[in-house]
T-cell receptor, first 115, second 115 residues
Framework: ETGVTQTPRHLVMGMTNKKSLKCEQH?????MYWYKQSAKKPLELMFV???????ENNSVPSRFSPECPNSSHLFLHLHTLQPEDSALYLC??????????????FGSGTRLTVV | KQEVTQIPAALSVPEGENLVLNCSFT??????LQWFRQDPGKGLTSLLL?????REQTSGRLNASLDKSSGRSTLYIAASQPGDSATYLC??????????????FGEGTQLTVNP
């Protein structure tokens, strides 16, 4: 496996369900991200985990809960979602070094549909 | 707050045509600018990365330029092919002090190259 791998590729869930999205990076990077891509909107950063920072976008509802157990794995736990949360969720990783952040690599995404 | 705008939102051209995609950003204090390609339902593939100190980058038929003072970047695609059909996204990264690791994306230009 190389690059950034996301599972599942597609997910349909009811509003009362609990599910998790998984991301794994095989690049040795030390920063990981969740981005949300909705129709007709720019990609929106949701969460960042790195050695230097953990950033939470204050506009992200609490029904989205990130978990980063180590530098290679990132999860997004979902519960009691709304239909407007249907979107493509993209995971990315990068490397933080002396020169800053570089080498952003994105996964193929999880297409989430909330019914 | 950094804002990124891409024009046009959609473009349809015949095969073989040379074309230019435009990206503008409101805060010229950027660290670098990156162009990505996204195929329908897929993740992002990095095409070109231009550091703030650079004026342009080239890869095959692609050439990206950066004019930081005017807040503009262009992506030039030479001799377009049907396989170039995709959405092209521009993303800027601010300084570590002001924006940490986040990328700010435009909404993209959807390109269709007709055989």
């Amino acid at each position: 496996e190389t690059g950034v791998t996301q599972t599942p590729r597609h997910l349909v869930m009811g509003m009362t369900n609990k599910k998790s999205l998984k991301c794994e990076q095989h690049l040795g990077h030390n920063a990981m991200y969740w981005y949300k891509q909705s129709a007709k909107k720019p990609l929106e950063l949701m969460f960042v985990y790195s050695l230097e920072e953990r950033v939470e976008n204050n506009s992200v509802p609490s029904r989205f809960s990130p978990e980063c157990p180590n530098s290679s794995h990132l999860f997004l736990h979902l519960h009691t979602l709304q239909p407007e949360d249907s979107a493509l969720y993209l995971c990315a990783s990068s490397q933080y070094g002396q020169g800053g952040y570089y080498g952003y690599t994105f996964g193929s995404g999880t297409r989430l549909t909330v019914v | 707050k950094q804002e990124v705008t891409q024009i046009p939102a959609a473009l349809s051209v015949p095969e073989g045509e040379n074309l230019v995609l435009n990206c503008s950003f409101t805060d010229s204090a950027i660290y670098n600018l990156q162009w990505f390609r996204q195929d329908p339902g897929k993740g992002l593939t990095s095409l070109l990365l231009i550091q703030s100190s650079q004026r342009e980058q080239t890869s095959g038929r692609l050439n990206a330029s950066l004019d930081k003072s005017s807040g503009r970047s262009t992506l030039y695609i030479a001799a377009s092919q049907p396989g170039d059909s995709a959405t092209y996204l521009c993303a800027v990264k601010g300084s570590e002090e002001t924006s940490g690791s986040r990328l700010t994306f435009g909404e993209g230009t959807q390109l269709t190259v007709n055989p």
